[in-house]
């Protein structure tokens, strides 16, 4: 998929079942290069749960709706859990934490 038009898909908030195939074989990879290409691809996406634009994600299986930037940390952290732990988690865990 060319990165450009994934790009303007994820910060319109689609993820295409194509898509969400190449963000889990980046996470399934697992190594430097794909985790780095991954979180630039998460964080396209993070912007726009930020901005209030609802997600929504197609898989082979299924597809939902996220309304809000907690429940897209929560498919995060379902769906890539090491990207989630490297990326979000602690900057997640600010964001709930009162100050």
């Given amino acids: 998929m060319d990165i450009i038009v994934l790009d303007k898909e994820l910060a319109a908030g689609k993820v295409s079942s194509e898509a969400f195939k190449a963000l ?16 630039a691809r998460l964080l396209v996406l993070e ?21 809000s930037k907690e429940q897209y940390y929560e498919w995060c952290k379902s769906s890539f859990k090491d990207a989630y732990a490297c990326f979000f ?4 865990f600010n964001l709930m934490s009162p100050n």
């Fill in 89 to 92: 988690e602690k900057k997640h």
């Fill in 47 to 67: 912007q726009a749960a930020n901005s209030g634009i609802p997600i929504q994600v197609s898989t082979q299986y299924s597809s939902q709706v996220l309304e």
């Fill in 24 to 39: 889990c074989d980046a996470e399934c990879y697992g190594t430097a290069t794909p985790m780095h290409w991954l979180e």
